[in-house]
């Protein structure tokens, strides 16, 4: 992949534990759907009080200087209190985002979140969901019909920041050009995308599993499968299945591993334009000025950017393009056209995300500067992993099987 993508080429995002854009709040686990690839537990008996979750926000700013508060779960919308806790987190300065399957959403709920505050929503679609009788075996492509009702229902209520995510699997990995081309079409009320990489516990993953030194069954372990399967899709592979249908898509930020720092664990992309044409992708000093420049002015680094500031595309390109040569290239193309000046442009981020990776000597590579950091036992602890303290205890550290 080397040919693909370099680390000089792009810009090491600067979150940290203690400093980061983005916090990961889990007021229940509770779902109304069953994804394939889950890695929590569905429990209909999990629903925190508001004031355990108001602790657990205590502990948020205590430990982290964090921009937006993502809402998650199980499924926040079905969490009893969530008008109270969306505008109990814009009290406290914090963007709250919705991480939903949407199912739950209504014009009206819709409504009353905004009111209460919400900054944005995070609509979790695939075709691995095992969602009702009217998307039963519908595929990637036929499922953007779902994705454009949720995108036009935030764009009617207004001022709300959309964005969609996917679980990619082998057998999906060919469409993701498709959704990426989706989302272009709808650049003006889709913000970002979202393609996060299937893991799962499988018995082709040479690796025992251990907690406080005793040996723990696999099977037993949440988020496993008995069948074989593909649980190593890399966020470079995304990309070059992308770059294949768009041969100028260009990447401009990324994170590393923790044990693997060449690796793209968060891999961004931001491109400018209409619904009619890309003018370009912006570079790595882009993401540098964002970031820091927001940091300057605020005290936390930038993470879901607001639906007016997503619209202006055409104002980046005319005050950025000195600082940022896939800047200036977009503005070229922009004005190869003077009649586009009076058009208005759009902002959007793809984002590619590689979850845990197994090294071969039993190490586990996680997102370095995890964005999705939550809380358990007053402590920040990876929320993609949570079932492991939650029932043995601890996190579990894998060895090379002896076979």
């Known amino acids: 992949m080397e040919s693909i993508i370099q680390n000089r080429d792009l810009y090491r995002i600067p979150w940290t ?7 990961w709040l889990e007021p229940t686990a509770q779902c109304n759907l069953a994804c394939d690839g889950c890695y929590r537990e569905n429990d209909k008996d999990s629903h925190k009080s508001l ?6 926000l205590d502990i948020f700013e205590k430990y982290r200087n964090t921009d937006c508060i993502s809402i998650a ?11 109270e806790l969306v505008a109990e987190i814009k009290k406290r300065g914090l963007k709250p985002i919705i991480n939903t399957n949407g199912k739950a959403l209504t014009k009206e709920f819709l409504s009353d979140l905004k009111k209460a505050g919400v900054f944005g929503f995070t609509f979790h679609v695939d075709s691995k969901q095992g969602r009702g009788a009217e ?3 519908k595929s990637e492509i036929e499922l953007n019909e779902l994705r454009l009702q949720y995108a036009q229902m935030l764009a009617d209520e207004g001022g709300i920041s959309c964005s969609f995510n996917s679980t990619v699997y082998e057998d999906t990995l060919q469409y993701v050009p498709d959704l990426v081309e989706w989302a272009h079409k709808h650049i003006d009320i889709v913000h970002t995308m979202v393609f996060i990489a299937f893991r799962h516990i499988v018995p082709n993953l040479p690796m025992d599993f251990y907690a406080a030194g005793e040996k723990v069954d696999w099977h037993e372990i949440h988020y496993h499968s008995e069948a074989t399967r593909r649980v190593d899709i890399m966020s470079t592979d995304v990309l070059a299945r992308v770059k294949e249908r768009f041969p100028d898509f260009t990447p401009c930020g990324y994170l590393n591993g923790t044990e693997n720092a060449d690796s793209y ?3 961004f992309t931001e491109r400018v334009g209409t619904k009619n044409k890309i003018y370009g992708y912006l570079g790595p000093k882009f ?3 964002s970031m820091m420049f927001n940091h300057l002015l605020t005290g936390k680094y930038l993470s879901y950017a607001a639906p007016k500031l997503s619209r202006k595309g055409r104002a980046t390109l005319l005050l950025l393009w000195p600082f940022d040569k ?3 290239e977009a503005f070229k193309e922009m004005m190869k056209n003077p009649f586009r000046i009076f058009k208005r442009s759009h902002l959007q981020t793809i984002l590619f995300i590689q979850p845990v990776d197994f090294m071969e000597d039993g190490r586990q590579s996680m997102c370095d500067g995890c964005p ?3 809380v358990w036992n007053d402590k920040l602890v990876w929320s993609c992993r949570l079932e492991e303290p939650k029932r043995y205890g601890s996190f579990l550290h894998t060895f090379p099987r002896n076979n």
């Not at 004031?51 to 657990?56: D, F, L, P």
């Not at 779960?73 to 008008?83: A, E, S």
Request: no cysteine.
């Open 372 to 374: 999705d950091i939550t």
């Open 135 to 137: 998307w039963k075996g």
């Open 51 to 56: 004031e355990e979750v108001k602790h657990e």
């Open 265 to 267: 664990k968060w891999l």
């Open 326 to 328: 896939k800047i200036r």
């Open 287 to 289: 993401m540098e000025l």
């Open 73 to 83: 779960g199980g499924d926040p919308l079905l969490y009893p209190h969530i008008i």
């Open 17 to 23: 534990l203690p400093d980061n854009a983005i916090s």
